[in-house]
């Protein structure tokens, strides 16, 4: 049975993003489906405050619908589509970024709804939290300055993390496009920012929600490296790959490569496209054949 693509995006983002590739992937005779977590898409807040002329005040107090969303919740919301994919037949669960947590905490807790797991420059944390990640060796190039400048409000207070992303501000704009999307034109920069909603969950779960040898590390896997990425960098990509063929060395990462940015990949989707449906090929071609 032809399987169903489960796409998960990552922070600040939604199902939009991946319209180029389902394209692609329709065009190549696969069934796709991308998923809003909760709070994104047409749930996300957009504060008349983030219109133009903007009221940065406003938008620094303004509630956002995604306070209080979990971890938890988002792999809950994950859970209810895949047991409606899985209906149709044999499931492969594509994740990016900071999808990956969601994917990775799903496969915890139902491995059986998921006949293999993607990772695109995603986060798999297997030794440490996703946050304790960042102060490794790894992420040590990463540029944190321009997303931190344009960080709106009090996390805090607002239950949120929210950043301004139609800023003007050029400086903050460059650092946006070194660390996402360096390898393309600055109009498909702004094209692919204008699809990133301002609010995201400050949520990253707990210890727990790591990957689990007995229930995640049953699922065949791949990890898709993205070559330039900068955000989730090679050095961290391949460490997560290192991570889990360790925790699980009988079944390790079937690791494929794209060379591409964060994001360039989703704006230049046809080598994707490919990559992926070499790995439905897998999923139907009977085994030894």
């Not at 600040?12 to 389902?22: D, E, K």
């Not at 992937?25 to 047409?42: M, Y």
């Not at 997303?147 to 050029?170: C, E, H, I, K, Q």
């Not at 609010?199 to 898709?224: C, F, H, L, M, N």
Request: proline share 7%; glycine share 8%; net charge negative.
């Amino acid at each position: 049975m032809q399987p169903t693509f489960v796409l998960v995006h990552g922070s600040f983002a939604n199902s939009f993003s991946f319209a180029p590739l389902q394209a692609e992937l329709g065009l190549l005779g696969h069934r796709s489906v991308a998923v809003d977590l909760p709070g994104h898409g047409f749930a996300a807040t957009f504060p008349r405050a983030y219109q133009a002329p903007q009221d940065l005040e406003g938008l620094a107090t303004t509630p956002g619908a995604i306070k209080g969303v979990t971890l938890a919740d988002t792999a809950a919301h994950l859970i209810a589509t895949l047991e409606r994919a899985k209906q149709n037949g044999p499931v492969i669960l594509v994740s990016h970024s900071r999808g990956g947590m969601t994917a990775t905490l799903a496969a915890n807790q139902r491995p059986d709804l998921i006949d293999r797991i993607v990772y695109v420059s995603a986060w798999c944390p297997v030794d440490l939290e996703v946050s304790a990640y960042y102060a490794e060796p790894e992420m040590a190039t990463v540029d944190a300055t321009g997303l931190a400048s344009a960080m709106v409000g009090n996390p805090a207070a607002l239950g949120l993390l929210r950043a301004n992303f139609r800023t003007a501000d050029p400086g903050v704009l460059a650092a946006f496009k070194a660390a996402f999307l360096a390898d393309g034109t600055d109009e498909e920069f702004m094209v692919f920012l204008n699809t990133f909603q301002p609010d995201e969950s400050i949520d990253v779960g707990t210890p727990d929600d790591r990957a689990q040898a007995d229930t995640w590390g049953r699922i065949p896997k791949t990890y898709i490296r993205l070559t330039e990425d900068t955000s989730v960098t090679l050095a961290m990509q391949d460490r997560m790959i290192r991570e889990g063929d360790a925790l699980t060395p009988d079944n390790p990462y079937d690791v494929r490569t794209l060379t591409s940015s964060h994001l360039k990949w989703l704006v230049d989707p046809a080598p994707a496209a490919r990559l992926l449906g070499e790995l439905a090929d897998l999923q139907v071609t009977p085994a030894g054949s």
